[in-house]
């Protein structure tokens, strides 16, 4: 029988405590108590081999934030699915991206307190990785073409519990077009902002947004931080194409 999950045994770190501990723990007993194959792993040997949050420790907290987005309007969509299934294949393939995809059914099984899984996160993860966990989550809500009012509720308390700030918030959601002004919100800023006050930002936000910064999280979450720097370049060019800056 295949074993499953060999990943969770050496690659997890702080998501092995506290509450997403308590629920992983929860999640991965049903799934051994069904058969799936199961591998056993020592979470005292995984938290020593993970001191530093590492690319599992990322992944499984996006699934975390997965479930409660998918979760929060009262039914699960197949474009939310193929969104969160799309990602996965591109950062593991699809053999484990198998395994996660069962992980995060079962995630959305239990109770998720957002409150209390991005706190944890917070505390474990550079901005820039929760500006990514961010960037991902209006993705999936998006899937379908909307952003729905529950899920909009929920991605508000994981950003306000992840300690992003309300600019960054806006900035991120503009990205998915949802704002009148949206190259100026992006860059976060007032639309009457000077031409030279506009060129600071632009430089600010492409050095907050670069994918550099999610260097220790792997070469593909780096792949797919890019699309939150490409919508900067393209925020500051509208906005120069509709000024005439140079």
Same mark, same amino acid.
């Given at each position: 029988?295949k074993?499953?999950?060999?990943?969770?045994g050496?690659?997890?770190?702080?998501?092995?405590?506290?509450?997403?501990?308590a629920? *992983?723990?929860?999640a *991965?007993?049903?799934m051994?108590?069904?058969?799936?194959?199961?591998? =056993?792993?020592?979470p005292?040997?995984?938290?020593?081999?993970?001191?530093?949050?590492?690319?599992n420790?990322?992944?499984?907290?996006?699934?975390?934030?997965s479930?409660?987005v998918?979760?929060a309007?009262?039914?699960v969509?197949?474009?939310?699915?193929?969104?969160?299934k799309?990602?996965?294949?591109?950062?593991?393939?699809?053999?484990?991206?198998?395994?996660?995809? *069962?992980?995060?059914?079962?995630?959305?099984?239990?109770?998720? =307190?957002?409150?209390?899984?991005?706190?944890?996160?917070?505390a474990?993860?550079?901005?820039?990785?929760?500006?990514?966990?961010?960037?991902?989550?209006f993705?999936?809500?998006?899937?379908?073409?909307? *952003?729905?009012t529950?899920?909009?509720?929920?991605?508000?308390?994981?950003?306000?519990?992840?300690?992003i700030?309300q600019s960054?918030?806006?900035?991120v959601?503009?990205?998915?077009?949802?704002?009148?002004?949206q190259?100026?919100?992006?860059?976060?800023?007032a639309?009457g902002?000077?031409?030279?006050?506009?060129?600071?930002?632009?430089?600010?936000m492409?050095?907050?947004?670069?994918?550099?910064?999610?260097?220790t999280?792997?070469?593909?979450?780096q792949?797919?931080? =890019?699309q939150k720097f490409?919508?900067?370049q393209?925020?500051?060019?509208?906005?120069?194409?509709?000024?005439?800056?140079?």
């Amino acid at each position: 029988m295949k074993q499953y999950f060999k990943w969770i045994g050496v690659g997890l770190g702080f998501v092995l405590g506290g509450p997403m501990g308590a629920i *992983l723990g929860f999640a *991965l007993g049903s799934m051994a108590e069904g058969g799936s194959g199961l591998t =056993q792993f020592d979470p005292n040997t995984a938290a020593r081999n993970s001191q530093n949050t590492s690319s599992n420790d990322f992944i499984v907290s996006f699934l975390f934030l997965s479930a409660a987005v998918m979760n929060a309007d009262g039914k699960v969509l197949k474009s939310e699915l193929t969104f969160v299934k799309d990602f996965l294949v591109r950062q593991f393939g699809q053999d484990r991206a198998s395994e996660q995809l *069962l992980l995060l059914k079962k995630l959305m099984e239990q109770p998720i =307190q957002v409150s209390e899984v991005a706190a944890q996160i917070r505390a474990h993860m550079t901005v820039a990785m929760r500006l990514q966990l961010l960037h991902y989550v209006f993705g999936i809500a998006k899937a379908d073409g909307h *952003l729905h009012t529950a899920e909009i509720r929920t991605i508000e308390e994981i950003a306000r519990h992840l300690g992003i700030s309300q600019s960054d918030y806006e900035s991120v959601r503009a990205m998915f077009g949802q704002d009148p002004n949206q190259a100026y919100t992006i860059l976060e800023l007032a639309t009457g902002a000077s031409d030279e006050e506009v060129k600071k930002a632009y430089r600010k936000m492409a050095a907050k947004y670069h994918p550099d910064k999610l260097s220790t999280l792997g070469p593909e979450i780096q792949a797919e931080a =890019q699309q939150k720097f490409i919508k900067v370049q393209e925020a500051y060019e509208t906005i120069k194409k509709e000024r005439g800056m140079r």
